[in-house]
């Protein structure tokens, strides 16, 4: 069954049903984010319904996914994946999926999260070393990673991926 034809299983009766809605509208008004979409499934990773956006933020991990069982390597308990972060709630024998596209910002150390802070207020190489403790080869260094698991290739761009975060602690 192709991922846009995944519909809301009829054999679940109506009492069910109605409160599985209920607990995922109650829960979904208290969540919030650019890509973030439900779904429910069973134990062994069926799909029971799915908001659009779902499958949509599961095809960005699995390509070739197909549905309707969930995708090799996601299971009824949740994923950290590359580009996903899919937390799992346990609702009767049903499990309450909400997916979210993982921040950029995520794949980094916290070393590299406070050097790419720092470098992104305009702080140079040097005054990024002597602020950390570190040597201004170091901060080269990590500003290169900072790039390569970013996907970018300059100052701008990291400050534009941090204006995108919430503030920093």
Known sequence: ??????????SCNSHQTINQIRTLQALRETLSGPRLAMAVCDQHGTLH???????????????QWTGPGLPAGLSPQG?????????????????????RYRCAMEQLSSRETDVARLFGEGLTYKDIARKLGLSPHTVRHHIRAIYTKLGINGKAGIAHLLHQQAPFG
């Not at 069954?1 to 009829?10: C, D, G, S, V, Y």
């Not at 908001?51 to 960005?60: C, H, I, N, R, S």
């Open 49 to 63: 319904c799915a908001e659009p956006g779902f499958v949509d933020l599961l095809l960005t991990e699995w390509p």
């Open 1 to 10: 069954m192709p991922p846009h034809a995944i519909q809301r299983r009829t």
């Open 79 to 99: 994923h950290d994946g590359a580009r996903l972060n899919i937390e799992a709630r346990r609702i009767s024998d049903l499990y309450l999926l909400t997916a």
